[in-house]
């Protein structure tokens, strides 16, 4: 633990971020660091819990609550307190491969789960997490590690995102050969054209590859496996394969008229788009989907949809609406989701913060839905003609008719979640999928239905957060690890 009084004495202090109306001028982070002394304080707030539920990473009534990597964080948070840089990290990577991501853009399980924050805030475990690798770097203590030994075992893992990345990390260190395929023209999947710049930015995704092609992993790019390359000759140069593609079917809405309207694009699309553009030229090449001026409607009220309206405000949108479909979750925990179950509660992420700022209310409509897509002559989108839902008579969550309202829309974005992974990568290699549309295997375990096969990530659990993804892949490394050796010490 920190300092033993240290949660009565000092108050949760996050790091400093630049105003909403200063940031969206730009791309970049917007997060600041704390001083090393104020780091120390929050450090002393972890308290000397006994059983800290924060690293239990443990499923309660179907949601997760604490670190799913397991994150000795009362040890790490100790040595933060006490100004032990080297030996926070060294505590840090035994169960996080790579903290600089998850200390962005993790929703941190863990500090929902902190003890202090029952009867005040949680821990800054997430802030104090990023503060001890990125120290890490600045000092110089993370260096390339290069196995001693090598195998002579060949693994290909197919995808770069963080499922992946961590997967061919930890089969690197054993000392397997591992090549990763990428389709894109960047390495880094989710984390490099799934998450906004100004919320990871890519210099730090570049930075950990640059590591991981010097310890020996080749990365290659602009490959498309199950198109480029067939299954079969990655069979035959290599003793695994493990699919790490992701869950990259987005799911579309059913509403009259969006067949054949023009304006409409999947998020993941739209995202994707924008941070390549900005990462060629700045957004000089015009290759992205353009929101200046334009009134835009997003459909999604997740993660996703909040990175689009951080974006379409960047990019000067004219008016932003975020449609949620189910009902807005109360302010404050309910009697009936107790503490270290996940917070069922309304939370305002930085996009709907920076709407507000900009328009002066939040762009979310709860229990709304769309109808009806409705264009001009031409095919573009004009308006949308949305519907409310409710709770019926006899608990069916539906339309309420005579709700129906027509609001403005130019460009309609859906951010609906995903169905599962590609279908031509399954059915490339013939795994088995689960009508989820995800690579089916036991519960638990990684092995497809094809031997030598495996699956991590998203592919195989469907779409979830970074932190999951890595979990996953440090679990699946260690299942290809005994297919591979007939024992592992992962």
């Known amino acids: 633990m920190g300092k033993p009084t240290g949660f009565l004495e000092y108050v949760r202090e996050s790091t400093p971020e630049r105003e909403p109306l200063e940031r969206i001028r730009d791309f970049e982070e917007f997060h600041g660091r704390l001083s090393e002394e104020e780091r120390r304080r929050q450090g002393a707030r972890c308290m000397n819990c006994g059983v800290p539920f924060c690293q239990s990473g443990m499923m309660l009534h179907g949601m997760a609550t604490g670190c799913p990597l397991h994150n000795l964080i009362p040890e790490w948070n100790d040595e933060v307190y006490h100004g032990n840089p080297w030996h926070a990290l060294s505590r840090l990577l035994k169960t996080n491969n790579f903290p600089e991501f998850t200390g962005r853009v993790c929703p941190a399980l863990c500090e929902v789960a902190c003890l202090c924050g029952v ?10 997490e990023l503060a001890i690798v990125e120290a890490g770097f600045d000092r110089g203590y ?4 290069i196995p001693a030994v090598r195998t002579e075992k060949k693994v290909a893992v197919v995808g770069s995102g963080p499922a992946g990345l961590a997967c061919a990390d930890m089969l690197n260190q054993r000392g397997h050969h591992v090549t990763i395929y990428e389709k894109s023209d960047r390495a880094g999947g989710l984390l490099m054209y799934g998450i906004p710049n100004m919320k990871l930015d890519k210099s730090v995704v570049e930075r950990r590859l640059r590591l991981m092609r010097e310890e020996g992993i080749r990365i290659l790019t602009g490959t498309d496996v199950g198109r480029d390359i067939l299954p079969e000759t990655l069979l035959r140069q290599f003793d695994a394969v493990v699919l790490c593609c992701g869950s990259e079917t987005p799911r579309d809405i059913q509403a009259e008229g969006r067949e054949n309207a023009k304006g409409i694009y ?10 390549k553009s900005y990462l060629d030229s700045g957004l000089l090449d015009g290759n992205y989907v353009n929101a200046n001026g334009k009134n835009v409607v997003i459909v999604g009220g997740g993660d996703t949809g909040n990175d689009c ?7 000067g949108c004219k008016s932003v609406v975020q449609l949620e479909l189910m009902p807005k979750a109360p302010e404050e925990r309910s009697a009936d989701n107790p503490w270290p179950e996940y917070p ?20 979310r409509r709860y229990s709304t839905t769309v109808n009806r897509v409705i264009t001009d002559e031409a095919g573009n989108v004009t308006e949308l003609e949305t519907i ?8 069916n969550y539906a339309p309420v008719q005579g ?21 031509y990568v399954s059915d490339a290699f013939g795994v088995e999928r689960t009508p989820r549309g995800t690579v089916q295997t036991e519960t638990d375990q990684y ?40 024992y592992s010490n992962m």
């Open 309 to 315: 309206v951080g974006t379409v405000i960047r990019h």
């Open 447 to 486: 092995a497809t239905s094809v031997p030598g096969i495996f699956a991590a990530g998203d592919a195989r659990r469907g779409q979830s957060l970074v932190v999951w993804a890595i979990a996953e892949g440090r679990a699946c490394a260690r299942e290809v690890d005994l297919y591979l050796d007939g």
């Open 119 to 128: 009867g005040d805030s949680p821990v800054t475990i997430k802030e104090n």
């Open 142 to 145: 993370i260096q390339p590690r």
């Open 403 to 423: 709700s129906e309202e027509r609001i403005p829309c130019d460009l309609l974005l859906i951010a609906a979640g995903f169905t599962g992974c590609r279908s």
């Open 388 to 395: 409310a839902m409710a709770y019926d008579k006899k608990g």
């Open 344 to 363: 069922r509660v309304c939370k305002t992420d930085y996009g709907q913060q920076e709407a507000i700022a900009v328009f002066g209310h939040d762009p």
């Open 266 to 275: 999947f998020a993941v699309d739209f995202l994707t788009q924008n941070t």
